[in-house]
C-alpha cells in the first residue's frame, strides 16, 4: 500500500491559518496520512495511457487509409441499366463488361 508524503505540520498550520482549530487540523493530517494513494494516477500514467491510445489511433487510421486506397486502386464495376426482355421491369447489370440478359441492348 502506498501512502501519501506530505508535511504534516505545514499542513496543520495552513489549516490553522484557515480557520480550523489545532485537534481539527490534526485530525484532517492524521486522515491524510493514512489516505491509500496505491489508486491515484501519477503523470507517468497518464503519459503510458495517452501513448497507448495514440499508438492505437495511428494503427486504426493507418489500416482504413490503406483499405481506402484498396478501394480507390481496385477495378469498378460499372452500373447499368439494362431492359429485360421478359417483363416491364429493369434489371441492374453490376459487371459492365458482360450482358446481364442475352440478346439484350444496353442504355
Not at 24 to 39: F, H, R, V
Not at 42 to 54: F, I, P, Q, R, V
Not at 56 to 77: K, N, S
Amino acid at each position: 500500500m502506498q501512502t501519501l508524503l506530505l508535511d504534516t505540520n505545514s499542513v496543520i498550520k495552513k489549516l490553522e491559518q484557515r480557520g480550523f482549530s489545532r485537534a481539527q487540523a490534526e485530525g484532517i493530517t492524521d486522515a491524510l496520512k493514512k489516505l491509500d494513494a496505491s489508486s491515484l494516477v501519477t503523470k507517468t500514467d497518464l503519459e503510458l495511457a495517452l501513448a497507448k491510445a495514440t499508438m492505437m489511433i495511428i494503427t486504426w487510421m493507418t489500416g482504413a487509409l490503406l483499405a481506402q486506397g484498396a478501394l480507390v486502386v481496385a477495378p469498378h464495376p460499372v452500373l447499368q441499366i439494362v431492359p429485360n426482355s421478359d417483363s416491364l421491369s429493369d434489371e441492374i447489370c453490376i459487371d459492365c463488361r458482360a450482358l446481364c440478359v442475352e440478346g439484350s441492348t444496353r442504355w
